[in-house]
């Protein structure tokens, strides 16, 4: 029996390293930085579980005056308002000047990074957003669209003057936010206003997610491990066969698709030493086997989701590969499906 075990496990090695060399193997993965992105994603399914509201992350705003599209780390939209939220992972002492840049700790021996006026950069994203909403359709009452700097680092220690500013959630608040029954903001979020508001119409809440849905965004892509990134998909790269298979795979006609990879010993019952003989002489089988399917659902600006019955199925090799751009990056970087969970496509 023992010698049964050690042959199979010897036999699951030579398969697994010819076969499957370092097919999830994350060092290839270790110099790319998910912090930003995963941040954002983390802040947003808190805010929606808080206010059962719906956040929109990595929009790409229209900007008249600088003639390109402005990042915008988070929208939050609920029955009452639409927020603008900008996120500054940052610690350490962080002071403002005459100017209102904000300076803080880098990661360069004995020197400062500069932030360019926070407060005036989410002011002035909350009304290029506002433009853009009503050249689409939607025009906001007044005081109901306004910018927010999250800073949600413990280890952040901001000067007396940044804690002034009504546009800075600090850490502390941040933690101890609570939802509101009325379906809006806490209230010491709220008290940044001036005046009261009510909520909004059905009608203009229906179309602001419309509008907030369809607009241009990064697209994401979702690796294992529960890390994120933004940026632009590119192509796939592969064999010929299964490049001409994922061809389908479109931004114009799929949003979403998730990467299932095929178990090496599906389908061969109980675990023995013989099997895994008879899989590493039978190299037809182990190839099928090194494969993954992928599940996409086609786009449909109309629905909330897609059920079980509109996902389909494509098989490809695992060595294919993800071209993917990720935001603040100039260069482009390879991702096998392996170490893919699923990608999001904007429209």
Not at 311 to 336: A, D, G, N, R
């Given at each position: ?209 419309f509008i907030l849905s369809t607009s241009p965004m990064w697209d994401r892509l979702e690796l294992k491990g529960d890390r994120n990134i933004l940026g632009e998909f590119i192509e796939f790269k592969g064999r010929h066969d299964d490049i001409q298979a994922l061809k389908c795979l479109k931004r114009s006609k799929v949003c979403r698709f998730i990467v299932q990879k095929s178990t090496l010993f599906g389908g061969f019952g109980n675990f023995s030493a013989l099997y895994l003989l008879v899989i590493l002489f039978a190299k037809h089988s182990c190839e099928r086997r090194s494969r993954v399917q992928i599940l996409y659902s086609p786009r449909d600006y ?46």
């Open positions: 029996m023992w010698v049964e075990i050690l042959c199979g496990l010897l036999a699951y090695k030579i398969i697994r390293r010819v076969f499957f060399a370092d097919s999830d193997d994350p060092a290839h993965l270790a110099d790319l930085d998910s912090a930003h992105s995963d941040l954002c994603f983390a802040l947003a399914s808190r805010l929606e579980k808080l206010y059962s509201a719906r956040c929109f992350v990595g929009l790409r705003i229209p900007d008249p005056d600088a003639g390109e599209r402005q990042h915008v780390d988070l929208v939050l939209l609920t029955n009452r308002e639409v927020m603008v939220v900008a996120i500054h992972n940052i610690s350490g002492f962080v002071e403002v000047d005459k100017d209102g840049n904000w300076t803080c700790p880098s990661d360069k021996k004995n020197k400062h990074g500069v932030i360019p006026n926070p407060v005036l950069q989410v002011n002035r994203l909350a009304a290029n957003l506002q433009s853009y909403l009503e050249k689409r359709g939607a025009k906001l009452p007044d005081g109901h669209i306004t910018g927010k700097i999250v800073l949600p680092n413990p280890n952040c220690r901001p000067s007396y003057a940044i804690t002034l500013q009504p546009e800075v959630i600090l850490y502390d608040q941040w933690k101890d936010l609570k939802a509101d029954s009325k379906g809006g903001l806490s209230t010491w979020i709220k008290g940044a206003f001036s005046g009261s508001k009510g909520d909004m119409q059905d009608s203009l809440l229906q179309n602001l997610h109309r629905a909330e989701g897609t059920s079980s019955s509109e996902w389909k199925e494509i098989s490809v090799k695992q060595y294919t590969e993800i071209l993917f751009q990720p935001l603040h990056s100039k260069k482009v970087k390879k991702f096998k499906l392996s170490s893919v969970a699923s990608v999001t496509l904007s429209a």
